[in-house]
């Protein structure tokens, strides 16, 4: 079975940056169509990124979209997201999603396998 696991989350002052990695084991990253989403307290879980089995397709947020970068590495089974120019709202924990098939790559149902997530804070 698939397992994921999130790191590099971290305390940084807004508009500072970070990168975090979700590490993939129990199969094939190649095989799986990846994503990050984040929740901050009392808000739903909400999409942030996602890139296609090859890389070649990634989508935003348009919250995120010109300041994170979403990218995998499938030969090291991992998959990354740098955060760039962060702002407070950017606060939340970040969960890696990984999904098998029949991928709407904006909805947290498409996601088989989850992280048990990192926690992001940015500073005002």
């Known amino acids: 079975q698939v397992q994921l696991v999130e790191s590099g989350g971290g305390l940084v002052q807004a508009g500072g940056s970070l990168r975090l990695s979700c590490a993939a084991s129990g199969g094939a990253l190649s095989s799986l169509a990846m994503g990050w989403f984040r929740q901050a307290p009392g808000k739903e879980r909400e999409f942030v990124a996602a890139?296609?089995?090859?890389?070649?397709?990634?989508y935003y947020a348009d919250s995120v979209k010109g300041r994170f970068t979403i990218s995998r590495d499938n030969a090291k089974n991992t998959m990354y997201l740098q955060m760039n120019s962060l702002k407070p709202e950017d606060t939340a924990v970040y969960y890696c999603?990984?999904?098998?098939?029949?991928?709407?790559?904006?909805?947290?149902?498409?996601?088989?396998?989850w992280g048990q997530g990192t926690q992001v804070t940015v500073s005002s």
């Open positions: 890139i296609s089995k090859s890389g070649d397709y990634t």
């Open positions: 999603a990984a999904s098998r098939s029949s991928w709407t790559y904006n909805s947290k149902w498409s996601y088989d396998y």
